[in-house]
């Protein structure tokens, strides 16, 4: 676990950036001596009351709230009391990985090595991904984004053809909360990770949208329409539960 967490934070050389982020807002970042992978954020906050820790379910970003004139001394003996705690919160979030050459990233849950490619655009191969060095990034989520769009379009003319049901535009977004959404007019969106996902479980979230054409809640009724269009829809729900996260530790940009 400590050289998985070492490597990632090697590759965003972490400490470094953040450091000269962080004291652009006034912050200020330590590495525990007991856990030096864990990196904590200092901020000092005029409404804090106490020291408080949080570890960031998203991205494992560890931040230490401490109240303004709380000397630095204080805060890291505090943090590095349950230095052990931190270490275990922090491994147990998917780390950030970066969509670069020579990484991994599964497309319709298989995974692919990203590689350098001559071409402008990305091409996948047989569990490869050729992309342009210095831009594989961006042309591999343009990559993603087609095939999201094309095997969305596809289930979802497939399940609205099965409901009976018209529906309206398909719309793809990088969103956190929710992996679709359907609105009162019959517009679906949809997040182009799922393209990341298994084919099977991408299938499902698009019946579980078209199911949202004929029921705009999760009543009984709903759930008895998405399992008639999709029956293995709760094996979908939980791989999405357990993996869903790992979909949104890929980073096809550079963070800010
Ligand atoms: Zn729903």
Known sequence: MARRLSKAFDRFSTIVALRAKLRGRGMSAFQL??????????????????LSLRVSSLDGRVTLTVPKGTPERVARAFAEEKARWLQDAVGRVALPVPVVIGAELPVEGRPHRIVAGAGRAARLGPGTIEAPPGREGPVIETL???????RLDTAVAGYASDLGRPYGRITLRDTRSRWGSCSSAGNLMFSWRLALAPAPVLRYVAAHEVAHLAHMDHSAAFWATCRALC?????????????GSRLHSYQFRTPD
């Open 33 to 50: 001596k007991e856990a030096p992978d864990v990196t904590v954020e200092l901020r000092r906050s005029a409404r804090a009351r106490r």
């Open 144 to 150: 993603c984004k087609q095939i999201a769009r094309n």
């Open 231 to 243: 029956p293995e829809t709760d094996d979908h729900r939980g791989w999405l539960r357990t993996h």
